[in-house]
């Protein structure tokens, strides 16, 4: 691709970040050029921050059921999963996931919800109730 053909598509992340694609230059040597974005990036992207809006619903929509705890809400919403969460958390990933139950979530010493806290960046407060 030559420098004046790298694509410069609008895109979610233009103001934020470019990227570096290696283009052929007027001389016919590879060099740098920026591109603010590329449709087929953007179409990706927007699929995939929707895709995690949805799962950040679905899991808000479950906690206000009772049929999930907040730490599962806080995790989708952090952009975890349950391998990333109990890593951060310092427990077995059967653990953590015991403790998406709510009726194993309210009995959970304010130690262990001090570490989902610090993990989310939370105080044990908003950790326990999700805005609804």
């Known amino acids: 691709m030559k420098t004046n053909e ?3 598509d609008k895109s ?9 694609y ?9 060099t740098k ?3 603010s974005g590329w449709d087929a990036k953007t179409i990706a992207l927007d699929n995939t921050l929707d895709e995690i809006k949805r799962r950040i619903e679905d899991a808000k929509t479950r906690v206000l059921e009772n049929k999930t705890s907040p730490i599962e809400y806080y ?7 349950l391998q990333v969460l109990s890593s951060y958390a ?3 990933q059967w653990r953590v996931k015991r403790h998406f139950k709510p009726s194993i979530f309210k009995k959970l010493s304010t130690k262990t919800l001090q570490k989902y806290a610090d993990v989310f960046e939370i105080t044990i407060d908003e950790l326990k109730y999700i805005p609804s």
């Open 6 to 8: 790298v694509p410069q």
């Open 12 to 20: 979610h992340l233009e103001s934020v970040s470019r990227e570096v």
């Open 22 to 30: 290696y283009a052929v230059d007027e001389n016919g040597k590879y």
């Open 33 to 35: 050029a920026l591109s």
């Open 75 to 81: 995790m989708e919403l952090h952009k975890m999963d």
């Open 90 to 92: 310092g427990m077995w």
